[in-house]
């Protein structure tokens, strides 16, 4: 007959032991309750940058593309130093032509503006012209190497650059647009072409300006 088993012995609840086991399960389970817990308030936080981060871009993107575009609207334009600013009027007046006193009350009588080299410049046809934004290179009729230069100058420019003559010039070279002027020495002054460059463009309107049929 077999022999039963013999019983293990149980140990007792306070054996020392048992008590260091169960004391290090505990610790395992609150360590990892503590993880889960840094883990999930890391989580939160992270969350609530991204939350918070999308609420603040919308604003400071928009803020800065108004930022951006009032820059590019209120830019101061460029001058070039010497160019006198005078009104257009008085600029005309100068050279000899005489608008009437009601132009700006019948602008659509006004011719459209052409440009490139012109032979007879009317007032209404240069008060055309400037208004649109073109530069008027004048030099003196007799001057005929200067002509040729400033035509060369003005065949630079896709549009919006006119030479022509005037009997009223102390100087060879005097460069005008709306609001603007200055006399130069020569033809070969590089700023005469600058000039162009920088004040083409300005006036109050901004209309075509082809150069003219030959």
């Known amino acids: 007959m077999a022999q039963p088993k013999p019983k293990k012995k149980s140990r007792s609840r306070s054996d020392p032991a048992r008590r260091e086991a169960a004391a290090r399960r505990d610790e395992a389970r609150r360590q990892a309750a503590e993880e889960r817990r840094r883990e999930q308030e890391a989580a939160e936080r992270h969350r609530k940058r991204i939350k918070t981060a999308r609420r603040l871009a919308l604003p400071l993107l928009a803020g800065l593309g108004v930022v951006m575009v009032a820059v590019f609207l209120l830019r101061p334009e460029k001058e070039i130093a010497g160019v006198e600013k005078v009104d257009t009027g008085t600029i005309m007046a100068g050279l000899g032509y005489v608008l009437p006193a009601d132009i700006d009350s019948n602008l659509g009588s006004l011719p459209a503006p052409a440009c490139g080299v012109v032979a007879d410049l009317t007032p209404e046809q ?31 420019f896709e549009s919006h650059v006119v030479v022509a003559s005037s009997d009223r010039l102390s100087q060879p070279v005097l460069a005008i647009s709306w609001g603007h002027r200055r006399a130069y020495d020569s033809a070969s002054d590089p700023e005469v072409a600058l000039f162009a460059e920088v004040y083409r463009h300005r006036g109050l309107a901004n209309g075509s300006c082809p150069p003219a049929a030959d």
């Open 126 to 156: 240069l008060y055309s012209d400037l208004r649109n934004g073109a530069v008027v290179l004048f030099h003196q009729p007799d001057d005929a190497a200067t002509a040729t230069a400033l035509a060369a100058v003005a065949a630079t």
